[in-house]
């Protein structure tokens, strides 16, 4: 079957850095995809990850390993604007987007 | 701004009812989604579609259907709502190739079934 993995909640310190991780297994696979959901709010895209390695965007980077079905998002220097649920989806070979539960990610101050 | 906009932010129905949610996008997309999302749990696909009169199945279709005869707009309808449908429903939009995983997401529906 097909199945996204990660962690339910994590909590970290404003300014600080944080990696959240996101194990898939897919049938096929065509990118790893990272949103960002502020609580009440839409999902909001962050980062796209196809080949394997590290894209950085500002305070966001999102890693992939295609031969582990390992990705993570690394958000640093962190903000209290920062607290939201993170999604993490891959696509399969049906160009389908199979959706992780979301990490809920708690700063404080 | 890209914008999708869902008609009703908040909705109480009785067992039985029929339900629309109405689904705007102002940005040409030709693909929209409905997904639904409930705690502990990822999104869901429950239909899609792919162009106007065009609508697919997605993993989650039964006790509801769609209707796209707008490019602009994709509406859910449950015929019959029962109490295992109440959910925060999502809406998307995404342009024209298949393969394209950036979602426009509308701010949800909440429907409570009483």
């Known amino acids: 079957g097909q199945n996204i993995d990660q962690p339910t909640e994590m909590t970290a310190t404003e300014g600080a850095i944080v990696q959240i991780n996101c194990t898939y297994q897919t049938s096929g696979f065509n990118g790893l995809f990272w949103y960002q959901q502020h609580a009440g709010e839409a999902p909001t895209f962050l980062s796209y990850?196809?080949l394997d390695g590290l894209e950085e965007k500002g305070r966001f980077s999102s890693f992939l390993s295609r031969s582990k079905g390992y990705s993570y998002l690394l958000l640093k220097e962190l903000q209290m604007k920062d607290s939201a649920s993170y999604l993490c989806a891959a696509m399969d070979s049906n160009y389908q987007l199979i959706w992780g539960a979301g990490t809920k990610l708690i700063i404080k101050p | 701004d890209v914008k999708v906009t869902q008609s009703s932010r908040y909705l109480v129905k009785r067992t039985g009812e029929k339900v629309f949610l109405e689904c705007v996008q102002d940005?040409?997309?030709?693909?929209m989604f409905w997904y639904r999302q409930d705690p502990g749990l990822g999104l869901r696909l429950i239909y899609f579609s792919y162009d106007v009169k065009m609508k697919e199945k997605g993993d989650i279709p039964e006790g509801y259907s769609v209707s796209r005869e707008k490019k602009e707009r994709f509406s859910l309808i449950l015929e019959s709502a029962s109490t295992n449908q109440t959910s925060m429903y999502l809406c998307?939009?995404?342009?024209?190739?298949?393969?394209?995983?950036?979602?426009?997401f509308g701010e949800g529906s909440r429907l409570t079934v009483l």
């Open positions: 998307a939009s995404s342009p024209g190739e298949r393969e394209s995983g950036e979602l426009f």
């Open positions: 990850n196809v």
């Open positions: 940005m040409d997309h030709e693909n």
